[in-house]
């Protein structure tokens, strides 16, 4: 039996075609999660909170291998992502952003095993990073979701369009955190080619 691969079951989540705002409803997940501030270009704690991520994620990808149900392909990179106020994005603030980043999790990984894995990552890696890697539960239910194609500093006027022009034209606001899933490297990918899923959890508006 191949790998569980959260990019090929969940395609309509990780593998979306669309490159403008639509509606999808998201079902809750599990992931690994790192909490932090700063930008993330500069900040160490998002690198050391990234690495801690990658060190548990492949540490449970190997215990995986010995439970009935087997093992899984280590899913791409997320976060979710907050600031006091909204013009911190648009204006490129990124010193003063918050971020949850994470990793999705196959549905028997639960969180006596993630905390197992994370004993085990911090003995062998000693990355102290990694005390903070948690279990987190996640349900979005209904989001506008879209593919964006190009560099993350290129999304400002792809977000201003959902919060400014598509919410309001189909009765909706915002609930939750901006959440993206990003599915290149951009150590490996230029820029312009980089593929991010951009989500946004929504609910009607009260007539």
Avoid: C
Wanted: proline share 8%; net charge negative; charged share 25%.
């Amino acid at each position: 039996m191949a790998p569980y691969d959260v990019k090929r079951d969940r395609k309509e989540f990780y593998a979306p075609k669309n490159r403008e705002w639509s509606i999808v409803d998201v079902p809750e997940q599990q992931f690994i999660a790192v909490d932090g501030a700063g930008n993330p270009n500069t900040a160490p704690a998002y690198t050391e909170a990234v690495e801690a991520l990658y060190t548990v994620a492949y540490t449970l990808k190997f215990a995986a291998k010995r439970t009935a149900d087997g093992d899984f392909v280590v899913a791409p990179l997320e976060g979710l992502w907050w600031a006091d106020t909204p013009e911190a994005f648009r204006s490129g603030a990124k010193d003063t952003w918050s971020w949850t980043m994470l990793i999705s999790m196959p549905p028997w990984v639960g969180k006596e095993m993630i905390e197992d894995a994370g004993q085990a990552a911090l003995v062998k890696k000693k990355l102290p990073a990694i005390s903070r890697v948690r279990h987190f539960t996640l349900h979005e239910g209904r989001s506008a979701q879209m593919l964006h194609i190009g560099s993350y500093d290129d999304e400002a006027p792809v977000l201003h369009e959902l919060h400014h022009a598509y919410l309001a034209a189909n009765g909706l606001r915002p609930t939750g955190l901006h959440h993206e899933i990003y599915l290149s490297d951009p150590r490996r990918t230029a820029p312009e080619k980089l593929k991010t899923v951009l989500r946004q959890p929504v609910e009607s508006v009260a007539p």
